[in-house]
């Protein structure tokens, strides 16, 4: 389910003059009948809303003072957001004659015309105090408090996040905590500055308008409502004529492919820092240690330890963290074992929290590859929040390529990557033009729309370089992936790790040594296989070629090239 929990207000949408009526409450129990949380976000204070609203178990957790105490009513346990105003300060407001006036355990709430004299009083005792304001209502709360904060921490203590939850309200206070959710729903009487915000507005009024929303999470989830809420789509990149092109935080079914060297971990990276930017939680599955050096993340595994399962499955349930899971310590042979059991304890934890919103697999092929052949219970027709990257679909096994339905492409021979896809997915071959994409740009196809192919130029991520220094340049690349000087007898066995140390044991090897890898081109072979620039390894192979150059002045251009494309200016490292 995309949608688990339901975040309602309640005077104006679930209460009409204060009161709920029953076909609204049946609604609310069919709702929790399904699984999903309910959490009542109101500005009452908590004594008035048991006083109007005695079943408050029907909620996993109640937002009361507007976003000041979160109320669980299994235990009865309380916890405030803020403290209380002296009070010194409801004391002069009460000489002023503002009445009425309620105080509550952070809330201090009084109504239109007073709030002049409040803001006044507030100036005077040198406080750090808002007013917030609800169709007449004027509360006042310690700066930073709202709707949103309070839901936010709700949310939190049910380990779910604000983009798996629908919020629905009416008035003023209600911006904040329907900003934050996933989906907005404005009910029909609603302020027009909340409908106009709003994904959804109601047909029906109050309750009803209640009761209509449920409805449409217990038929389909809101899919129905999806082509709403493109707002949330991850940017992908940008056709010729400048429209956006994006993919979806939930339903994403995408296979990116292309040769090496053709931009694919661009267009991953990029992908992945959008994601992060917007807080939709992310995991993934690297095999080849690409992610290790990942802002942000956690990594589970090295070249020296498989992962456990159990490790992953702690850390993925967690609500704020992202995860790189690291499978250089797993035998080929294990991966696909490995992934597919953890492929099935992901779907049940999405069963419960919605997260990881995606899980990204690079290099797919290690784990899903052609001759695998997956029992019928391990894979879903569809493969919802799941980006797979591979240098061939042909490499992929065919049964997943049938549960993908976006085709990304980008590098050379998009003819055939397409026709590979297309002869998995049992559909007619698609007509396109058989030269390599230009740098930059992508070949993008939906079968479930069957559209032609769009080309995208793609948006790329913000730190993709930086990422690539530290790995490349500092990082520990494996042992089938460092550059190895053995010398023209292989007398020698000096392993380079990464760039830096690269460039240092060049400097210390004798000629005969250096001349003989750069004769055989295996310094331009590293750079393209191993350390997956294209562009590097094209002007280091013209280097090679030239046999004009002595060795000292070849170390010292490829030195040069190196340093240009893998050193930051200090205040970027």
Not at 140 to 151: D, E, F, Q, S, T
Not at 506 to 522: C, F, I, K, P, S
Request: hydrophobic content about 40%; some cysteine.
């Amino acid at each position: 389910m995309r949608y688990l929990a339901l975040c309602c207000d309640y005077d104006g949408t679930l209460a009409r003059h204060g009161r709920v009526d029953e076909p609204t409450l049946a609604a609310l129990e069919r709702l929790r009948k399904s699984g999903r949380r309910l959490v009542l976000v109101t500005g009452r204070e908590l004594d008035d809303l048991k006083r109007v609203f005695p079943p408050l178990e029907l909620f996993d957790r109640i937002v009361a003072e507007n976003g000041a105490l979160i109320y669980r009513p299994a235990t009865r346990e309380e916890r405030l957001l803020g403290e209380a105003p002296p009070a010194s300060f409801v004391d002069k407001l009460v000489a002023r004659g503002v009445q009425p006036l309620s105080v509550g355990r952070v809330i201090v709430a009084t109504w239109e015309p007073h709030e002049k004299a409040v803001l006044e009083t507030i100036r005077e005792c040198g406080l750090e105090l808002q007013l917030i304001f609800n169709k007449g209502a004027v509360m006042v709360l310690p700066a930073g408090v709202n709707k949103a904060v309070g839901l936010e921490a709700a949310l939190s203590e049910l380990n779910l996040s604000p983009h798996n939850a629908v919020g629905i309200g009416d008035a003023e206070n209600d911006h904040a905590f329907l900003g934050i959710c996933e989906c907005s729903v404005a009910v029909a009487n609603a302020l027009p500055s909340v409908k106009e915000k709003a994904d959804i507005t109601t047909f029906a009024d109050h309750g009803a308008g209640v009761i209509q929303l449920i409805d449409e999470l217990l038929a389909d989830d809101l899919a129905s409502r999806e082509s709403l809420l493109t707002r949330h789509d991850i940017v992908l990149g940008r056709t010729e004529r400048g429209e956006l092109v994006g993919l979806s935080p939930y339903s994403v079914s995408a296979l990116i492919a292309g040769t090496s060297g053709g931009g694919k971990s661009t267009v991953a990276a990029g992908l992945v820092e959008r994601l992060r930017a917007k807080e939709y939680s992310f995991c993934i599955i690297d095999p080849e240690g690409d992610y290790d050096s990942l802002d942000s993340t956690i990594v589970l595994g090295d070249p020296g330890h498989a992962p456990s399962l159990e490790a992953c499955e702690q850390l993925l349930a967690q609500r704020d963290e992202n995860a790189v899971i690291n499978l250089l310590g797993l035998k080929f042979d294990d991966r696909p074992r490995f992934f597919m059991s953890l492929f099935s304890r992901i779907r049940d934890l999405r069963s419960r929290t919605g997260r990881p919103h995606w899980l990204i697999v690079d290099e797919a092929h290690h784990v899903l590859p052609a001759d695998w052949q997956p029992a019928d219970s391990t894979l879903p027709d569809g493969l919802q929040g799941v980006v797979m990257v591979t240098v061939s679909p042909g490499l992929i096994a065919r049964p997943v390529l049938r549960a993908i339905d976006t085709l990304i492409v980008l590098g050379e021979e998009p003819a055939r990557m397409y026709r590979e896809f297309t002869d998995a997915n049992r559909l007619p071959a698609i007509e396109m033009p058989a030269e390599a994409l230009p740098s930059g740009t992508a070949l993008v196809w939906s079968k479930a729309s069957r559209a032609d192919p769009v080309q995208v130029r793609i948006e790329p991520g913000k730190l993709e370089r930086r990422r690539h220094l530290r790995k490349y340049a500092e990082g520990a690349l494996p042992e089938d992936r460092s550059f190895y000087f053995r010398g023209p007898e292989e007398k020698l066995n000096l392993r380079a790790h990464n760039l830096i140390q690269f460039m240092e044991l060049a400097d210390g090897v004798d000629d005969g040594t250096w001349l003989h890898h750069l004769r055989q081109g295996e310094v331009s072979q590293w750079l393209r296989n191993a350390i997956k620039d294209e562009s590097l390894a094209e002007r280091v192979a013209a280097i090679e070629r030239n046999d004009s150059l002595d060795p000292t002045v070849s170390r010292r251009k490829i030195r040069e090239l190196i340093e240009a494309s893998y050193t930051l200016p200090a205040n970027q490292a």
